[in-house]
């Protein structure tokens, strides 16, 4: 019932920004609920790096608090994820998911998601 299409990904340097889009192509009917993003290094679990509501509650690992931001925007079915001050350990692909409304968990949970988009891969360089 979702497609999910995520573009931005690429290669900066150390302290750099990247920004993430990720747009959902819903089913008629079909709203969708939360939102988030996961991320996966090579030798690591998917890990959840933020998630956001419908209307507009948020959760951030530890990791990337205060330099990450996630937004969405409901009239476009996008979601949006500003990296700022950019570390080698944030090198990763990342991928967006979503579920229906009304459902979402405050916890950064890939089991609390249906629906994955394909990835876009993020490199930092030291």
């Known amino acids: 019932q979702v497609q999910l299409v995520e573009s931005g990904g690429g290669s900066v340097q150390v302290g750099g920004s990247l920004s993430l889009s990720c747009a959902a192509s819903a089913a008629s009917g079909y709203t969708v609920g939360c939102m988030g993003w996961f991320r996966q290094a090579p030798g690591k679990e998917r890990e959840g790096v933020a998630r956001i509501g419908r209307y507009m509650s948020s959760t951030y690992a530890d990791s990337v608090k205060g330099r990450f931001t996630i937004s969405r925007d409901n009239a476009k079915n996008t979601l949006y994820l500003q990296m700022n001050s950019l570390k080698p350990e944030d090198t990763a692909m990342y991928y967006c998911?979503?579920?229906?409304?009304?459902?979402?968990?405050?916890?950064?949970?890939?089991?609390?998601?249906?629906?994955w988009g394909q990835g876009t891969q993020v490199t930092v360089s030291s």
């Open positions: 998911a979503s579920r229906s409304f009304p459902y979402c968990s405050s916890a950064l949970s890939a089991n609390s998601f249906d629906y």
